[in-house]
């Protein structure tokens, strides 16, 4: 039966955080990593092919400031890219990212080149900045609302990774630390943004496909990892052992 009244604020909030049970944590890719059992290649591989992701996200909130007219909501959205790309003192996500990656056994220079970013996992980011540059500003923002179950991702890998991977320095981890408050923040302010718009059935409706939309990218990038690195099916795998693919940014 069709819908006919929109939800209530708690309702449709509600109807957001329950989407949560398709967030890839679930992913046997992530689940793996959780319970120990990723090998050092899966571990890597995801770190490197993670940072694509960890780059593109000041992009993607910077194309959502370009379209919003008011002063009051950029003035907080852009604390989003302070944190990632660092401001004074604090040398942001994508440095912490970095220092992941040497601490999981990466050169800095080889998760810089991208050259092991997979074509899946570079497809489905790109199309996540696509979106928030071609939609309006509200629905662009609320696409980020995948944040409502980042906080227990992070404190999961806090709790579990220096028990399973021993090998990973311990300094590596400023990542998922820093981004414990900092999701916490941007979840009330993105959930604020989508209660107050997502007014009639329509928008309602619209708002929880889009943020399936997003939990599609990260599942999609989690199953490109899966064929790379657990199936030893990287793309052209049939053809070639070597890594053929584009590495270069091309939007």
């Not at 992009?59 to 919003?68: F, G």
């Not at 227990?152 to 806090?158: E, N, P, S, V």
């Not at 981004?179 to 329509?202: I, M, P």
């Not at 939990?215 to 199953?223: A, E, G």
């Amino acid at each position: 039966m069709k819908q006919s009244q929109p939800l209530s604020p708690a309702e449709f909030e509600q109807a957001l955080r329950a989407k949560g049970a398709y967030y890839h944590i679930h992913h046997p890719y992530h689940i793996a990593m959780h319970n120990g059992e990723a090998t050092r290649e899966q571990i890597q591989g995801w770190v490197a092919n993670r940072f694509y992701y960890q780059t593109s996200i000041p992009l993607k909130d910077a194309a959502i400031m370009a379209n919003c007219p008011h002063p009051e909501v950029r003035r907080k959205w852009v604390q989003r890219i302070l944190d990632h790309d660092g401001q004074g003192n604090n040398d942001g996500g994508i440095e912490a990212w970095l220092r992941l990656g040497e601490a999981v056994g990466l050169a800095r220079e080889t998760i810089l080149s991208e050259e092991r970013v997979l074509p899946g996992v570079r497809f489905a980011v790109d199309a996540y900045v696509n979106f928030a540059r071609r939609a309006n500003w509200q629905e662009a923002a609320c696409s980020s609302l995948t944040e409502l179950f980042a906080p227990q991702i992070h404190q999961a890998r806090l709790d579990s990774w220096p028990q399973h991977y021993q090998w990973i320095e311990a300094e590596g981890y400023g990542y998922f630390r820093s981004r414990l408050s900092q999701a916490n923040r941007d979840v009330e302010h993105g959930l604020q943004l989508a209660l107050e718009y997502c007014d009639s059935v329509e928008k309602q409706q619209r708002m929880l496909e889009i943020l399936q939309f997003k939990l599609d990218i990260l599942w999609s990038m989690l199953d490109a990892m899966t064929m790379a690195y657990e199936l030893k099916r990287q793309p052209y795998h049939t053809v070639t052992q070597q890594p053929v693919w584009h590495k270069e940014r091309l939007l």
